[in-house]
């Protein structure tokens, strides 16, 4: 299965959970790599990632990633996960990307899949899904963690942002200085 690769290749990184919700999905929630750390020592192994896609809300399947959510540090990141997972979404797959530094929010073709693109500095994944999707608690009761993956993912088939379609190159030009801001105990 596409998450037990990306596991053997130490591609999942602060993982929270990887399960299988039914039989036809595999959920993760934690990051994944975009760019490998430097080799730490001769026995192979590495200093932390240099950019990974944080936050991340996916669902596997056997034709591939059908859900990609979550958050990129840069808009110039993207080539990056293009070019490390975009060989392994299937047709039509879910992708919502928030980044903080998008100058709008936007939906960008690349090849034959659809990036929707939200300029977001700060908050979580999950909440903003369920947010734009009107997802409440009650839709998740009873559920397990990676069942509640797979309802974000029914809802998601049928939501259509209403987004100006914007260039790869027009995103990368008009990127912002803003960076995601975080809290929490320091």
């Known amino acids: ?46 200093k932390p990632p240099q950019a990974v896609l944080r936050d991340v809300v996916a669902l596997a399947a056997d034709e591939g990633m059908v859900m990609l959510a979550g958050v990129l540090d840069d808009i110039r990141q993207l080539p990056l996960l293009v070019e490390r997972f975009g060989a392994d979404l299937a047709p039509g797959a879910r992708i919502c990307l928030f980044v903080p530094n998008a100058h709008t929010s936007a939906k960008v073709v690349l090849g034959t899949q659809v990036y929707w693109i939200f300029a977001l500095a700060e908050g979580m994944v999950w909440t903003e899904l369920c947010d734009m999707l009107a997802l409440e608690k009650s839709d998740f009761k009873g559920q397990s963690a990676a069942e509640k993956v797979e309802t974000l993912y029914q809802a998601l088939i049928a939501y259509r942002p209403q987004l100006e379609e914007l260039g790869l190159d027009c995103m990368l030009a008009n990127a912002t200085q803003t960076r995601r801001e975080t809290r929490g105990a320091l």
Do not use: C, I, W
Not at 1 to 24: I, T, V
């Open 1 to 46: 299965m596409l998450l037990d690769r990306y596991e053997d290749q130490g591609l999942l990184f602060n993982r929270n959970f990887k399960e299988k919700p039914s039989a036809r999905h595999t959920a993760y929630r934690g990051e994944l790599v975009l760019q490998e750390g430097e080799m730490a020592d001769a026995a192979g192994r590495r």
